[in-house]
């Protein structure tokens, strides 16, 4: 992004120099210029001729010197004529007119910062003990007593929603207990595998609550356990990562969502922590 800005402010700077610099006042400064009908012409400041063949057109603003096959714009002129960039060109030529600096030259401008938005405390607790069928729930009592479930629920802030029948809600709460949002998603009641067929069941509560203007920045979930003491281990579902904690308590057990999530941004709440990574294969 800032090498698209860069480039688009020096090619604002080339439309406004080409526009005010005479093609024939600038080549006329390095070559005694005639005029000849519609051109101007001289002797080539690129070899040495006897007969002049540079010439320069003021109504296609662009010179052409025959000897040397040299060609192009008043910035081409000054690039080849001094031996120098086409910033530098652009520099030189605004100093022989004396034109003023442009505001951004050569200089990227940041587009300020949004402020990160959080959910509201009220949104997330009606999703807390709501009574509502949840399917992660079901499966995950299946293969664990409902006391740790509870107790898992609890410690991971998973909530219940009701935007697809049985949907569960991964908070995202920061390690200042702030809610950055919460991940929507649909399991298989029977088998714990995310329902995929016949699309993906996914999606953020800030979409589906319809919150305008709201700008997520999301953190590792599980990062507000990280006021606690202990070694980290990082898994990509949210699911691998509840499932972790109930068989290897010891440990503080965070998910990325994804591999592409671990970012250094995200991943700074780990400084001076012991981290242990592991994908989710097999």
């Known amino acids: 992004r800032r090498a698209f800005f860069i480039f688009m402010s020096f090619i604002d700077d080339l439309k406004f120099v080409k526009q005010r610099a005479d093609i024939t006042e600038v080549i006329g400064h390095f070559v005694q210029l005639k005029r000849k009908g519609a051109e101007y012409v001289g002797s080539s400041p690129f ?18 010197c025959f ?12 690039c080849q004529i ?10 030189w030529i605004r100093e022989f007119y004396q034109l003023p600096p442009t505001d ?4 990227y401008i940041a587009p300020p910062e949004k402020p990160i938005s959080y959910i509201p405390t009220e949104l997330y607790w009606k999703t807390i003990d ?8 079901d499966w995950l009592t299946s293969v664990l007593d409902s006391t740790s ?5 609890q410690l991971y802030r998973v909530g219940t929603s009701k935007h697809w029948p049985g949907s569960c809600i991964f908070w995202q709460v920061d390690l200042a207990g702030r809610i950055r949002s919460g991940k929507i998603m649909v399991y298989n009641p029977k088998t714990g595998k995310r329902v995929k067929d016949p699309e993906p069941l996914i999606t953020w509560v800030h979409k589906a609550a319809k919150l305008r ?20 281990c990082i898994v990509e579902s949210e699911k691998s990562a509840i499932l972790a904690k109930a068989i290897f308590p010891r440990f503080i057990w965070l998910a990325s969502g994804s591999l592409t999530n671990l970012s250094a941004a995200r991943c700074a709440v780990l400084v001076n922590r012991r981290v242990i990574r592991y994908p989710d294969v097999g």
Do not use: M
């Not at 063949?53 to 052409?64: G, L, T």
């Not at 096959?69 to 008043?74: A, E, I, P, R, Y």
């Not at 001094?82 to 520099?91: F, I, R, T």
């Not at 203007?213 to 980290?232: A, K, Q």
């Open 104 to 107: 951004n030259e050569w200089k």
């Open 130 to 137: 709501t009574g509502h069928v949840n399917y992660f729930r």
């Open 47 to 64: 070899s040495n001729e006897r007969t002049p063949s540079f010439s320069v057109s003021k109504r296609v603003i662009i010179f052409k």
């Open 67 to 78: 000897s040397s096959g040299q060609s192009g714009d008043v910035i081409d002129f000054v």
């Open 82 to 91: 001094k031996g120098v960039s086409n910033k530098d060109a652009l520099k």
């Open 213 to 232: 203007d709201f700008n997520l920045s999301i953190c590792l979930f599980g990062e507000h356990l990280l006021s606690e003491p202990g070694t980290v």
């Open 149 to 153: 479930v509870s107790g898992l629920f």
